[in-house]
């Protein structure tokens, strides 16, 4: 069959047609290709051809425009699609005729540019020395592109095998990023250069490095009952998980502090990035050690060294960088068990000063910020030889609750409190308070005899709540119930079911202060927001506390308790400026995020490639 014969005989067949149109066209000064392609679109609409209507119409209005691999990229993020899914689509689009994404390998190649191998940098010294490490120009691997080097995530038991083989690896497995190339990849996606232009002041002109504040940590979630391969099977149904985020870049110009960036949702799953992503119970100390120990090593290093960072790498501009870290998103649980302190239940019951349960309220207002990291790394050695045979009470006095080497290399004052754990623990607090007011009874425990009385009284205040406010106690996470608690227009409807007039005074009091200091710990600038409120908070907390004591003495207090009253003035004012933008809110919904692409957008069947998968895809959906 001869095409080009045929295609030559229709046109002659159709010559006089194409004359008319030709010659209609010039007299009436239409557009000749516009014309045919309004007949044949409205045509094949008549003929119920809608689908190749649309074609020809996206044609003649230039929207098959292809998308750049860049731009496909953000748009399988953005969609939280995974590979299979999207390459699915481009098959689609394909065969359609019409296909404005890029193969599935170019959008492969461009994730590449976006992992934190991609970028240069310098680790020097504090007095610009001692240069301890360089990032390579590029990979072999991408030897024709030169914005390409490593991204590959490593793996958290790596040599450990050929090191100790005597030994069985911890029951875990895991990928993490280097510390220091993911911290200079986002540094690098910040614009940092623009922030200088706009405060008008020349890269030569900075004598000083840049600082940059940051917030991280780590945490535990369960429940990961996922596929797993047969290898796999002895693995725990947990997971452990270490983020960072970057809070705000300043530099001195004449001594003036200019802000640079300033992250404008601090406690956003957004803009808290991945480091760790492993299969880990953090109950188990030997795998929590394999997996963050290299984390914590180059966290201690960085903080104690200076980065340059080449940002524009056409340009070869470099910046200088030193690190303020604040260990701030952890819970307590986690906080203790690698801190080296003892358990929950231990007389000393603040991981942040040495007050016990008994002291917290007879020297009321007396306690500051004291731990620190060298001192547990002492008082464990310490325990250990026992050098001057102090007897067991003696010891544990000196002691201060301090039984294990530290895992964290932080001090307490870098750690702070964490304002979502807080709000939860007093909201159970106070609602364990109210609770026994409406039964009548001044039991803290629920002793036999008062069991009935108290659980009749949390079901009127469960059922009073969900007529009053439309929700359902019974149904709330932790959290949400912690936010209707302590909003203060529902003060009345918590308080209504309370007979005992004093209790009800004193109570109402009570929460007027908490709702006074909840607006500063929850503050994310409280300097800027409440500076003068700050210099009250103190009072207004031992006060709060004051009245707990002379009015509610049955009460135990908690561990947060007293730590909101003692601690949030001195972390402010003295340690990272807020409490609020230090909060673990955004690793716990990270966590959320874990689970949804360790099961939808990731690798089944291998865990190492799931894993590999999930930390880059998280990585990515944090850019």
Known sequence: YNRGGAKYLRHKRLSRLINIIDDYCQDNKENVTESLAFILQDKLKLDGKDEKASIIGSVMLDKTTKLTADECLALRIEKLESKTAYKKEYDIMRAKTINILQPPSSVDVAEDKYMPGNVRFSLQGEQHSDHLYHTPVKTPKAKDDKHLM????????????????????????????????????????????????????????????????????????????????????????????????????????????????????????????????????????????????????????????????????????????????????????????????????????CTLCHATRKTCKTELGTFNVVRTYDNALYLAEYARVNPNKLSQDALSEKLKGVKYVPMIQADAISKGIDAVHADINLATFFKKIIIRCIAGTHSWE??????????????????????????????????????????????????????????????????????FLRKIYRSTHPLVDYPEDVKLYKATAVEMGQMLIDCFEWVDWPNYLHKIIEHPQELIQKGAGSIGSMSGEPQEGGNKLFRKFRKDLAFQGNTDMNLDNVIKVHWLYTS
């Open 150 to 349: 490593a991204s590959k995530p490593m793996n958290v038991l790596g040599d450990f095998q050929s090191c100790m083989p005597e030994l069985a690896p911890p029951n875990c497995k895991g990928v993490y990023w280097s510390y220091a190339e993911a911290i200079a990849k986002t540094l690098q996606e910040l614009d940092l250069i623009d922030a200088l232009v706009k405060n008008k002041i020349d890269i030569h002109d900075l004598k000083s490095p840049i600082k940059v504040v940051i917030k991280d940590g780590a945490d535990g979630l369960g429940d990961l009952s996922v596929h797993k391969a047969k290898a796999d099977k002895a693995l725990p149904d947990k997971a452990l998980r270490y983020s960072f985020t970057i809070l705000e870049c300043s530099t001195l110009v004449n001594d003036d502090e200019i802000a640079l960036y300033s992250n404008p949702a601090p406690n956003s799953i957004r803009s808290c990035r991945p480091l760790l992503e492993a299969i880990a119970n953090e109950n188990d100390k030997n795998s929590v050690a394999i997996c963050i120990t290299n984390i914590e090593m180059e966290r201690r290093r960085l903080q104690k060294s200076i980065m340059k960072i080449q940002l524009n790498s056409d340009d070869n501009q470099w910046l200088s960088f030193v690190f303020d870290f604040h260990h701030s998103m952890i819970d307590e649980k986690y906080d203790r068990a690698l801190s080296g302190l003892a358990e929950a239940g231990s007389a000393y019951m």
């Open 446 to 515: 629920a002793r036999q005899d008062v069991k009935d009385l108290i659980t009749h009284g949390e079901v009127l205040f469960d059922d009073y709540m969900r007529k009053h406010t439309g929700l359902n106690p019974a149904l709330f996470m932790p959290g949400n119930y912690a936010r209707v608690l302590f909003d203060q227009k529902n003060k009345d409807v918590v308080l209504h079911l309370i007979q005992d007039k004093s209790d009800y005074t004193a109570l109402s009091n009570i929460l007027d202060k908490l709702y």
